[in-house]
C-alpha cells in the first residue's frame, strides 16, 4: 500500500468494513467517532506545538491519528455515495478560483 489513489482508498475501507467492521455505523455515529479523531489529532498538536505537556505514559502519533481521521472521512463519503476524487477536484478548482490573490494579498502572511 505504499501508493494508492484515493479511489483505491475508498475500495479498501470498503473491503474493510463489510470484511472485519460488519457494516457501517449510522452516519450519526460516523459524525461522533470523526469528532472525537480530530480531538485526538488537536491533543497532540496542542501538547506538540502549543502550550499544553504530555504525560508520561501518553501516546504521540500524529500520523496515526490523521489516518484515523482520513478513515472515518472516507467511511462517511463512502456510505454517502460520495466519489472524494471527484470530490477534491471539484474542491480544489474552486479554492484555486476563489483564492488565486486573496492569499498572496494578505499582509498579515509575508509577518
Ligand atoms: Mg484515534
Same mark, same amino acid.
Given at each position: ?24 455505523? /449510522? &452516519?450519526?455515529?460516523? !459524525? ?5 479523531? *480530530?480531538?485526538? %489529532?488537536?491533543?497532540? +498538536? ?10 508520561? /505514559? &501518553?501516546?504521540?502519533? !500524529? ?5 484515523? *481521521?482520513?478513515? %472515518?472521512?472516507?467511511? +462517511? ?35
Amino acid at each position: 500500500m505504499s501508493q494508492i489513489t484515493i479511489k483505491q482508498s475508498q475500495k479498501i475501507v470498503d473491503d474493510w468494513i463489510k470484511s472485519i467492521g460488519v457494516r457501517y455505523f /449510522s &452516519e450519526m455515529t460516523q !459524525l461522533a467517532q470523526l469528532t472525537e479523531e *480530530v480531538g485526538e %489529532v488537536a491533543r497532540i +498538536i496542542s501538547r506538540t506545538y502549543g502550550d499544553q505537556s504530555f504525560k508520561k /505514559s &501518553e501516546e504521540k502519533k !500524529l500520523s496515526d491519528e490523521l489516518a484515523d *481521521v482520513l478513515f %472515518v472521512l472516507i467511511c +462517511i463519503a463512502n456510505q454517502t455515495g460520495i466519489d472524494l476524487t471527484e470530490a477534491f477536484q471539484k474542491n480544489m478548482d474552486k479554492k484555486t478560483n476563489r483564492d488565486k490573490d486573496r492569499h498572496k494579498n494578505n499582509l498579515k502572511l509575508k509577518e
